[in-house]
């Protein structure tokens, strides 16, 4: 199994992930600070995994043409 295909499978892992949180927000009392603890780790997961995905997939790399 190759790198890309791995990042890929961590993107939708996290992304899916981030929909069931989001899910689980619409059902849950909003003012419970748990609940946005939640929230900001499931944005930093489903943004951390997504940046890394690109990342090892090359669509864009940080070394000067």
């Known amino acids: 199994m190759d790198n890309d295909f791995m990042a890929f499978l961590m993107v ?3 992304v899916s992930a981030g929909n069931v949180a989001f ?3 619409l059902g ?10 939640l929230l900001m780790f499931t944005f930093v997961a ?4 997504a940046f890394y995905g690109c990342l090892s997939a090359g669509w ?6």
């Open 46 to 49: 489903v943004s951390s995994a």
């Open 60 to 65: 864009f790399s940080f070394e000067s043409p």
């Open 12 to 14: 939708m892992f996290f």
């Open 23 to 25: 899910l689980l927000y």
């Open 28 to 37: 849950v009392d909003r003012t419970n600070p748990k609940f946005k603890q």
